[in-house]
């Protein structure tokens, strides 16, 4: 349950402080004096979205608090879960600053506002008139049977069959919508891969032939100029040979005058021994150097199926019609795997679909299982708050499987003998509509958890003695959960364990909104001010005095 509430620099709100009872809180007020706005605050605690326009000094952050008694409400695995530590009393912080950064903490450690959303959906239910007219949508009554019929692991269980089923629809469309495609392109990609695979290209052959091509077409060049080599080397009259060998025969005639003329004869043998094998290695370029027309042409033509191949795909080199032949084969056997992989997944899907049927059944068995105890619960509680004639019919037909199962659900309602049933916005008026959202709650309020629950002006149309009834519903809810009741009636108002005042202070400068914990003698005054006016009647306290006796 809340602990501690504190807002600081929020709308009108420049520092307020709550510390709510455990049981039944009341808030009264003035409209427009701040209840909204500190809903609007706890809704930023709980994660809502910031606006930093809603700073009440534009120049600070604005800092909302709230502690948390949790010990008994086994939260310790849900912690762990979101990888937070667990405290009995968790802090729950919310700071926006000027320029509209939000940052959020849980027991001082930061979290996003997701997790932070997460955390207060275990902690608080904030009640709105927006959820009253909620009632009349068939999803979120659907949501309130699944409440209570506490269908939570039956709905989760559902909800991942599902998941998996819309997943592999969506891998099996994909596929089919990949094979039309493919088929498209499979003729054309087949022709290419076939018309390279002919051409049985290899790595850097492009290179190789291209060099023998070139010396072939200059075969009677390199072979005149290798012999002509040749000559200066070894074989004529005044070879390079043979003046060398002349030139380390006279240098070895010195070696004896010193180790420097041995050094140098050994280079010139070391040069006489490479222009050899230079030699050696020209004699047999020239012997090999042969005109070879034949072999020139199929060099020719082989050279020239690469290049138009390398024009058609727009590549310049033989590893890359390599690489796209490659791709290729992928996209064409990919085509030809393709009616295995679709079969495959249309197996999964089957076998999905199936397990969504069943799931699906077993929700929607425990659902319509609930549907005679949730209508004559509800009617019971509706007779005590003066509607003994009222009827809730639960309408039910069933669909194709969807996001929350098969069931289509429609409350209907009756206020009136003789009646038919009729859809929410049609058969309720605006009292009748918040008795009867009042009693879901207090239905649904046994099946649940959660600490805290507020109501921001359930009671809108209703007065008298079925406000008094009211009230007392809300102290019997308050003996599992602590309440916080936002309401301008003097009998809900008299109901409180604990009434607060919220008002308006002008100040020079601004006004500002401010709260306060009223006395016994306090609230008699308020409520008297609810019953007449600004200036009530001896009557009027005395009415006061005698709700909040009934109340005790």
Known sequence: ?????????????????????????????????????????????????????????????????????????????????????????????????????????????????????????????????????????????????????????LREQYGAAFRTYRKLEREYKDLEAQLAQSQKELDYNTYLLNELSDANLQAEEQESHETELKQLEHAEEIKLKLSQALQYISESEYNAAGALKDASHLVGQVTEYGDSFQALKERLDSCLIELNDIAGELEDAERKTEADPQRAEQLQERLDLIYTLQRKHQVRSVEELLTLQAELEVKVSSVLNLDAAIEKTKKALTAALQEVETRAQELSQSRTSVFTVFQEELHSLLSELGMPNARVVIEHKTSAPAATGIDVVNILFSANKGAAPQTLSKAASGGEFSRLMLCVKYLLADKTALPTIIFDEIDTGISGEIAVKVGKMMQQMSQKHQLICISHLPQMAAQGDTHYFVYKEDRADRTVSRIRQLSHQERVVEIAQMIAGANPSENAFQSAKELLALSA
């Open 1 to 153: 349950m809340l602990v501690d509430l504190k807002i600081k620099n929020y709308a009108l709100i420049e520092q307020l402080e709550l510390q709510p009872s455990p049981l039944l809180n009341i808030i009264t007020g003035e409209t427009g004096a701040g209840k909204s706005i500190m809903l609007g605050a706890i809704g930023l605690l709980l994660g809502n979205r910031a606006d930093s326009k809603l700073l009440f000094n534009q120049n600070e952050k604005c800092v909302i608090e709230g502690s948390f008694d949790i010990s008994e409400y086994q939260l310790q695995s849900f912690f762990e879960t979101e990888d937070l530590d667990f405290e009995p009393i968790s802090l729950l912080r919310r700071e926006i600053s000027p320029s509209g950064k939000s940052r959020a903490f849980v027991n001082d450690t930061p979290v996003t506002l997701e997790q932070l959303r997460r955390i207060g959906d275990q902690l608080m239910d904030i009640h709105s008139q927006h959820d009253t007219l909620l009632l009349g949508d068939p999803a979120y009554q659907l949501n309130i049977l699944d409440l209570f019929a506490q269908n939570e692991p």
